[in-house]
């Protein structure tokens, strides 16, 4: 029995069904994604595998390429048996390497007592004036065994093997033991009273048809003339035998 003051509760609706047009919308709104994932994943494949054949392609070509060339060999000239070589004409003068003279040979005076005054170009130590020690002379052209620049007091240039000695007394076998044991070198500053000895070179006395020499020179004084040094000096030379 219901109560006149409270109404019976309304009687619910009941569920309204779904559309049918709604769900074929979805389901079709849900394969076109489906598709176009799968559309996408089929050209990243394409994709992937053209990049995979141009490595390929490019390996392959990078192995196919021929190797260079390798260089070949400098070419060595080997003498025939019996052929000898020449020395290189830049090399160091055969002049400057000492030859082998006995000091208990017996030395022929050549020349002694010859007194020459080396007056150098200017005072610059660029220029000097040549000696010949075979005669000996004063060069006014060419080069000679011994040259002397500069002033005051200058200096003596010589590609000879050359040595101090004690003085004009001195013998060819002091010389030849200072040239072996206590060798000058060029250039060298003359001074008052100083004796240098000189070996001249062998061979080129054997072109020229003259004998080799061991050349003493003593000097006398080094003064200053004129914007010139003027070296005096004495010069005693012996033969050495062949």
Sequence with gaps: MTNPHYPAPAEEAPPRPRSRGGLLAVTLIVAVLALVVGVAAVIISALS??????????????????LPAAAPPPETT???????????ADGPPASGTPTDISPTAQFEVAYEGENLRVRSINCNDGYWTAVDLDEPRILTQGDGELGYGGCDPGAIRTELPFAQVEGPGATPADCLE??????????????????????TAQNQAAAEGITQKLVFVTVNSVTTDNGTGVLAVTVKAWNVPQ
Excluded at 49 to 66: F, G, H, I, Y
Excluded at 178 to 185: F, G
């Design 49 to 66: 595998l053209s990049r995979s054949d141009d490595a390929v392609v490019t390996a392959e070509k990078a192995n196919n390429r021929p």
């Design 78 to 88: 080997t003498p025939a048996v019996g052929e000898t070589t020449e020395p290189p």
């Design 178 to 199: 200072n040239i072996r044991t206590d060798p000058a070198r060029s250039p060298i500053a003359p001074s008052r009273g100083m004796t240098l000895c000189f070996q």
